[in-house]
């Protein structure tokens, strides 16, 4: 996480974001008006990114474990077995960077 720790990081009016990157727009893969860091299925294929990272969504809804899901006070799930480890590119796409 990027933040007032790192050299170079200023947020002048506190929001908690980079002021050099509040401009920069969410990237929306799938162009369906949801940002992919919260889009349940980023690319729009049909299959919930959380599977195609290669974790459990044992009932289907697009989140990590069963739901509902339960977080730590840090907002580390603590219900699902996996997740916390690098995600597998499964569908062998590249994700765009502009």
């Not at 980079?18 to 294929?45: H, Q």
């Amino acid at each position: 996480m990027i933040d007032d720790n790192d050299t170079g990081f200023t947020d002048t009016n506190n929001n908690g974001m980079a002021d050099n990157a509040e401009s920069t727009p969410a990237l929306d893969t799938d162009n369906n008006m949801i940002p992919d860091y919260m889009d349940l299925d980023s690319d729009g294929d049909g299959c919930a990114d959380v599977i195609e990272a290669g974790f459990v969504d044992d009932d289907g809804d697009g989140y990590l474990g069963l739901s509902p899901t339960v977080e730590d006070s840090m907002g580390v799930v603590v219900s699902a077995p996996d997740g916390y480890t690098t995600p597998a590119d499964n569908d062998g796409m590249e994700r765009q960077t502009s």
